[in-house]
């Protein structure tokens, strides 16, 4: 299965960037689907989830300023970054498993390559 995200780019302080994780042959919406993220020299914290039942959990750093969402009729998980700040720079992950949100990274089924956030002025 290939998990392929998409929507990153670079932005300045204060601006916005919507992501997308698409992955064809899975349907995601019986899936969790979690975001991570990392920056640069640093590990690599989920920064949000939304289980299969579209629970939503959020990494203190980005509540308020992150929302994670489904359309399920485009079988496409978006990560929506408001009010973005340099320390929100790096690589974000898009990974999907049944249990994505209960399951440590490490198990987590499928992967993909990442997608490049960039925050500068």
């Known amino acids: 299965v290939q998990v392929v995200e998409s929507g990153g780019g670079l932005v300045q302080p204060g601006g916005t960037l919507t992501l997308s994780c698409v992955a064809p042959?899975?349907?995601?919406?019986?899936?969790?689907i979690a975001w991570f993220h990392r920056a640069p020299g640093k590990g690599l914290p989920e920064v949000s989830c939304?289980?299969?039942?579209?629970?939503?959990n959020y990494i203190d750093f980005v509540k308020g300023r992150f929302t994670i969402s489904r359309d399920n009729a485009k079988n496409t998980a978006y990560l929506q970054m408001n009010n973005l700040n340099l320390e929100d720079t790096g690589v974000y992950y898009c990974?999907?498993?049944?249990?994505?949100?209960?399951?440590?990274?490490?198990?987590?089924?499928?992967w993909g390559q990442g997608t490049q956030v960039t925050v500068s002025a």
């Open positions: 990974a999907i498993d049944l249990a994505a949100c209960t399951k440590a990274a490490g198990t987590l089924s499928y």
């Open positions: 042959g899975l349907s995601l919406h019986y899936y969790g």
């Open positions: 939304i289980s299969g039942r579209d629970a939503e």
